[in-house]
């Protein structure tokens, strides 16, 4: 059974930084596109993040408004996807969810297309 959990959110200041996992059970990340999600209150769903799998040269990609600021990364021997977060804003707020594809290209496609399996999220909360 492929498994998604996310762990690492909570309260920070405004500037402050956390990092987010993804850990992985039943399926090996570095075979799956991986991506980052958050939804804050009252809005929709948007794409933050992603790593393609090994197949597809584990390119990352960050959407433009957290360039900079947010880092994608995976370690295969943990099956786990991070993403840290620095220089936190109050707009960063939200529910952060990690999801993952079978697709041996770059992972943008995947980010915009669909994902097949996601994790029930962890919230963050940026606020001083």
């Known amino acids: 059974q492929l498994q998604l959990v996310e762990s690492g959110g909570g309260l920070v200041q405004p500037g402050g930084s956390l990092r987010l996992s993804c850990a992985a059970s039943?399926?090996?990340?570095?075979?799956?596109?991986i991506g980052w999600f958050r939804q804050a209150p009252g809005k929709e769903r948007e794409a933050v993040a992603c790593?393609?799998?090994?197949?597809?040269?584990?390119?990352?990609y960050v959407v433009e408004f957290v360039k900079g600021r947010f880092t994608i990364s995976r370690d295969n021997a943990k099956n786990t996807v991070y993403l840290q977060m620095n220089s936190l804003k109050p707009e960063d707020t939200g529910n952060y969810f990690c999801?993952?594809?079978?697709?041996?290209?770059?992972?943008?496609?995947?980010?915009?297309?669909?994902?097949?399996?996601w994790g029930k999220g962890t919230l963050v909360t940026v606020s001083s």
């Open positions: 999801a993952a594809e079978y697709y041996p290209g770059y992972c943008r496609r995947s980010l915009y297309s669909g994902m097949d399996y």
């Open positions: 039943g399926f090996k990340v570095n075979n799956y596109a």
């Open positions: 790593i393609s799998s090994t197949d597809g040269g584990s390119h990352t």
